[in-house]
């Protein structure tokens, strides 16, 4: 291992309304500086129809952004270290969310980037709340089910998910022929931001995220890669030669995709010699930020929930312990040589902001002169959990399901929506939002509860990301929900860490991934403990919770015979 002291790392975590970046000192983890830059596009709503389930972003999004950040971290480091330490920063990683996938030509190039395609939003990277394509998994997930050979979603939790890539592929193919006839590939968000920043054009070339593509793609070592071409050509040839696109291998994060090339070099302000590692999705990635270790469930709370955790390899001879119902177990989608296995919500704190925007509607469209409305929107939901905070929890509170975009687990339905039961006339807005945040955390006690009867232990719960750093009472309400302590990171940005992490390791600052986790990871900044009283209240509010799914989902079917 080289010296650490004077080396830097970088770390990019591309969310879902921006991209955040942090330098970090190499020798102990310390912040030498970081910046948020906003997606310009994506802010004015561009290329999405939320009424149709569309959400797309443009990959112009991303690289400015990009740019924006990593220069604006740059210059704050050099200001913090008095120092320039732009030929000093080693490596970089990248995550982002997922599944976001893009169709691309031959070059590799987005289509979204080509003159044809400029405002097309089906050319444009399909962020991985979009569900257009419901449909479309319940193609795939009957034929998984019927065509005679491997169930390819058994490594999956036995559902393929409208959020994930040959969904959104096959739904696209079909529907847009202008798109279909010029797309040669498609590819992950993860990786062609890291192709593109080490100039790595030809589709075939592309390092692909193991990552992405064991949790999103099908990918697998027990079926030689990818389900078979024979497979997606029973769907549509086309999906089957896209398919042909991807080659058979798949890289761990850690793993040096390329260097910069000396253009991404000068845009950026860095050395031609940094290293680029391969990408992975956030919350895996985030998941190393926040302590992630065996036994250790790391809970990325944001707009969605991203719950990961990662154990040890079955031993030679012995079968690998299938999860249903979780978004998939992946050998070395966390840390290579582990398995690592994702859950999650597909709404938490856009749950609390389809409320807030509900209250603030009179605000935006009626004439209230006089009024800061951004202020108070800002403000609203802040409030709202004051008021919460002292109301006690009664066996006749209100109820709500999480499902206002979905279920992601246990066991994916994108079909299915949000309800409400036991309103009545004295019902108040803060007691709706206490609703809120106690159904988020019953959704988050249904995904323990699926780890643990697929045999995963949880023996440590850390809450990294916005929500968990932000809401005070729904980390509260979480750790009451589950009868668990609930350890809530110090650092803001655990994603960018994680990444910061890898990208040490890669440079051969640390031994391995979990020797610079030790070392540049931010640790715990307060820890919430469930109170007895209101964890008994809540076992038999979650009781009612799950009647009150059951209800919703068998209701939801019958609609859809």
């Keep these: 291992m080289m010296k650490k002291d004077g080396h830097y790392v970088l770390g990019a975590d591309f969310g879902s309304d921006s991209v955040r970046v942090v330098v970090l000192d190499a020798a102990d983890g310390s912040v030498a500086g970081q910046e948020v830059a906003y997606y310009p596009r994506w802010k004015t709503g561009a290329y999405c129809d939320p009424r ?54 031959r070059n590799g190039t987005p289509l979204a980037l080509l003159p044809e395609f400029a405002g097309e939003s089906d050319a444009m990277f399909i962020l991985w709340k979009d569900h257009s394509s419901v449909a479309e998994a319940e193609e795939i997930n009957r034929l998984c089910r019927t065509w005679g050979g491997t169930d390819f979603t058994k490594y999956m939790g036995g559902v393929y998910s409208s959020e994930w890539f040959w969904a959104k592929a096959l739904h696209t193919l079909r529907g847009n022929p202008a798109v279909a006839g010029a797309a040669y590939t498609m590819v992950e968000h993860c990786d062609w931001i890291t192709a593109a920043l080490t100039g790595t054009e030809s589709p075939e070339a592309i390092k692909r995220s193991r990552c992405a593509a064991g949790h999103k793609i099908m990918w697998h070592r027990e079926w030689g890669g990818y389900p078979p071409r024979a497979f997606f050509d029973l769907l549509d040839p086309r999906l089957g030669a896209i398919r042909d696109t991807l080659g058979s291998e798949t890289w761990t994060t850690e793993t040096v ?101 509900l209250l603030a509607w009179p605000l935006k469209n009626l004439n209230v002169g006089g009024l800061d409305v951004e202020a108070l929107e800002r403000s609203l939901l802040r409030e709202l959990e004051k008021a919460a905070e002292g109301i006690e929890p009664t066996e ?27 309103i009545k006339l004295g019902t108040d807005a803060p007691t709706l939002m206490r609703a809120l945040l106690e159904s988020t955390a019953y959704g988050a006690r249904s995904i323990i509860e699926a780890f643990e009867a697929g045999g995963v232990r949880i023996e440590r719960i850390m809450a990294i990301g916005g929500v968990a750093r932000k809401s005070l009472l729904g980390m509260q309400i979480l750790a009451d929900v589950t009868n668990r302590e609930i350890q809530v990171t110090a650092g803001d940005q655990s994603c960018a860490i994680g990444a910061a992490a890898f990208a040490a390791a890669a440079a051969g600052l640390y031994s391995d991934v979990f020797a610079a986790q030790k070392a540049l990871s931010a640790g715990t900044e307060r820890v919430h403990r469930p109170d007895p009283g209101r964890a008994a209240v809540y076992d038999k509010l979650y009781a009612k919770f799950r009647r009150l799914g059951a209800f919703i989902e068998a209701e939801t079917k019958g609609e859809t015979r």
């Excluded at 704050?76 to 969310?97: E, L």
């Excluded at 845009?267 to 590692?277: D, I, N, Q």
């Design 396 to 422: 006749t509170a209100p109820v709500a399901l999480d499902w206002v975009n979905g279920r992601r687990t246990p066991f994916a339905d994108q079909r299915l929506a949000a309800a409400i039961s036991g």
């Design 257 to 357: 995709a390329g260097k910069l090339t000396p253009e991404w070099a000068r845009e950026l302000g860095l050395s031609g010699e940094t290293l680029v590692c391969v990408g992975a999705y956030d919350a895996h990635i985030g998941a190393v930020g926040g302590d992630a270790a065996p036994g250790t469930l790391v809970k990325s709370i944001g707009t969605s929930t991203c719950d990961i955790i990662i154990a040890e390899k079955p031993k030679a001879g012995e079968a690998e312990r299938l999860v249903p119902g979780i978004c998939g177990q992946v050998d070395g989608s966390v840390v290579a040589d582990w398995i690592g296995y994702e859950a999650g919500q597909s709404a938490y704190g856009d749950y609390y902001a389809w409320f807030r925007n």
């Design 52 to 105: 149709s389930d569309r959400f797309r972003q443009h990959p112009k999004d991303y690289t400015e952004s990009l740019t924006l950040a990593v220069k604006g971290a740059l210059s704050q480091a050099c200001v913090n270290v008095n120092a320039d330490v732009s030929g000093k920063v080693r490596a970089i990683s990248v995550d982002t969310t997922g599944s976001t996938p893009c169709f691309a030509d």
